[in-house]
């Protein structure tokens, strides 16, 4: 692994990290296509850049969090999502990510979902500004599902939400703020667990190249892509997992 792989790695988990795609599909998909080998600091890497799309949403929605009535709807959805994904850790990182066929049945089977959901025209008049803790906690509950890669965390949250008769665009807006203790929690796991791993000059230059690739790409993948669910559906987005979902299982 080099700095070039290090800048491509990190371009992924800031393009896909918010968008309803699957961002652990494609990192684990984008490392095998680049033929680097689970080294452990290939996984570390792929931990520790994930603080620059956090921090893209810290800088992008910084005054939001200052909002208690939003800083208490997020934590009733995020603590559902905690606890399962604590609890099945293990299985997660040694099942469900070695796993070909179930990341490309993830990702045909929800962008199938996207499909079939946007063919039912849903009433979208809900904002998150009247979530209540009850639609707070089954968001979390749906974002749990998001413990199986190639589900996509946005995506199964934005499905969730318009279901539930949310405005789209407001919903992957939430998506993105419910990311920042989500994908914090799920690291600070990781890091812990990596403690005692230490980092040569060139491993640390590549984190860093990443986790600053990672930040610039997302913040601007997020503001896209709120203006674009104002003008149009996830079809798009849902025909693209299946060909990428069907492509993964081929190869």
Same mark, same amino acid.
Do not use: C
């Given at each position: 692994?080099n #700095?070039?792989?290090?800048? +491509? *790695?990190g371009?992924i988990e800031g /393009?896909t @990290?918010?968008?309803? &795609?699957?961002s652990t599909?494609?990192?684990?998909?984008?490392a095998?296509?680049m033929s680097?080998?689970?080294t452990?600091?290939?996984?570390?890497?792929?931990?520790?850049i994930?603080?620059g799309?956090?921090a893209?949403?810290l800088?992008?929605?910084f005054k939001k969090?200052f909002?208690i009535k939003i800083i208490?709807q997020?934590l009733?959805?995020f603590?559902?999502?905690?606890?399962i994904?604590?609890?099945?850790?293990k299985i997660?990182?040694t099942?469900?990510f070695e796993?070909?066929?179930l990341?490309s049945?993830?990702l045909i089977? #929800?962008?199938?979902i996207? +499909? *079939?959901?946007e063919?039912m025209? /849903?009433k @979208?008049?809900?904002? &998150?500004?009247?979530?209540?803790f009850g639609?707070?906690v089954?968001i979390?509950?749906?974002?749990?599902l998001?413990?199986?890669?190639g589900?996509s965390?946005?995506?199964?949250v934005?499905l969730?939400?318009?279901l539930?008769?949310y405005?789209?665009?407001?919903?992957?807006?939430?998506?993105?703020m419910?990311?920042?203790p989500?994908?914090?929690?799920?690291?600070l796991l990781?890091v812990i667990?990596?403690r005692?791993?230490?980092l040569?000059?060139?491993?640390?230059?590549?984190v860093?190249?990443g986790?600053?690739v990672?930040?610039? #790409?997302a913040?601007?993948s997020?503001?896209?892509f709120?203006e674009? /669910?104002?003008?149009?559906?996830?079809t798009?987005?849902?025909v693209y997992?299946?060909?990428?979902?069907i492509l993964?299982?081929v190869?």
């Amino acid at each position: 692994m080099n #700095v070039i792989h290090a800048a +491509i *790695l990190g371009i992924i988990e800031g /393009l896909t @990290e918010f968008l309803p &795609i699957s961002s652990t599909a494609h990192m684990i998909m984008g490392a095998r296509v680049m033929s680097l080998p689970q080294t452990e600091f290939l996984k570390f890497f792929e931990v520790f850049i994930q603080i620059g799309a956090i921090a893209a949403v810290l800088f992008l929605y910084f005054k939001k969090f200052f909002d208690i009535k939003i800083i208490k709807q997020l934590l009733a959805s995020f603590i559902p999502t905690a606890v399962i994904g604590f609890l099945l850790y293990k299985i997660i990182k040694t099942i469900f990510f070695e796993s070909n066929v179930l990341i490309s049945a993830s990702l045909i089977v #929800v962008g199938i979902i996207f +499909i *079939l959901v946007e063919r039912m025209n /849903l009433k @979208e008049t809900k904002s &998150i500004a009247g979530m209540t803790f009850g639609a707070a906690v089954l968001i979390g509950i749906a974002q749990s599902l998001a413990v199986i890669p190639g589900v996509s965390r946005a995506g199964i949250v934005i499905l969730a939400m318009m279901l539930m008769g949310y405005k789209r665009n407001e919903a992957a807006q939430y998506s993105f703020m419910l990311a920042l203790p989500t994908l914090a929690a799920a690291a600070l796991l990781d890091v812990i667990k990596m403690r005692d791993m230490r980092l040569s000059g060139t491993e640390i230059e590549m984190v860093l190249v990443g986790t600053g690739v990672a930040f610039i #790409v997302a913040y601007f993948s997020m503001k896209w892509f709120v203006e674009f /669910l104002q003008k149009k559906k996830l079809t798009g987005f849902g025909v693209y997992r299946i060909v990428v979902g069907i492509l993964a299982l081929v190869a």
